[in-house]
């Protein structure tokens, strides 16, 4: 079993910061890209931004600039800087991994995609 355990969703102005944490527990062979997306009501969920094991950044475009992505794998953790919220940035933000897990039965890794329960972020103008 892997479980992701988000934290550090809120409620803030326009223009103030939040950071998002994420840990990745359960037995993981390896841990390979992670992220986080975010849901606003009536639409589809869409990747905020990701981090690959090497450490390599992606974002987008409504975000970049603002939004800081970083991992610690020694902790299996993810976070999520955001700065200047805007109130467009308002939105359920899900923790997401692809990882390496052992599946007993088949004697063998199997590569997973992982979410978690998500994190309630809103900003006001």
């Known amino acids: 079993q892997v479980h992701l355990v988000e934290s550090g969703g809120g409620l803030v102005q326009a223009g103030g910061s939040l950071r998002l944490s994420c840990v990745v527990s359960g037995t993981i062979f390896s841990l390979n890209s992670v992220g986080w997306y975010r849901q606003a009501p009536g639409k589809q969920r869409e990747l905020v931004a990701s981090i690959t094991s090497e450490g390599s950044p992606n974002y987008a475009d409504s975000v970049r600039g603002r939004f800081t992505i970083s991992r610690d794998n020694a902790k299996n953790a993810v976070y999520l800087q955001m700065n200047s919220l805007k109130p467009e940035d308002t939105a359920v933000y899900y923790c997401?991994?692809?990882?390496?897990?052992?599946?007993?039965?088949?004697?063998?890794?199997?590569?997973?995609?992982?979410w978690g329960q998500g994190t309630q972020v809103t900003v006001s103008s």
């Open positions: 997401h991994c692809n990882a390496n897990v052992w599946v007993a039965y088949q004697s063998r890794q199997q590569r997973n995609d992982y």
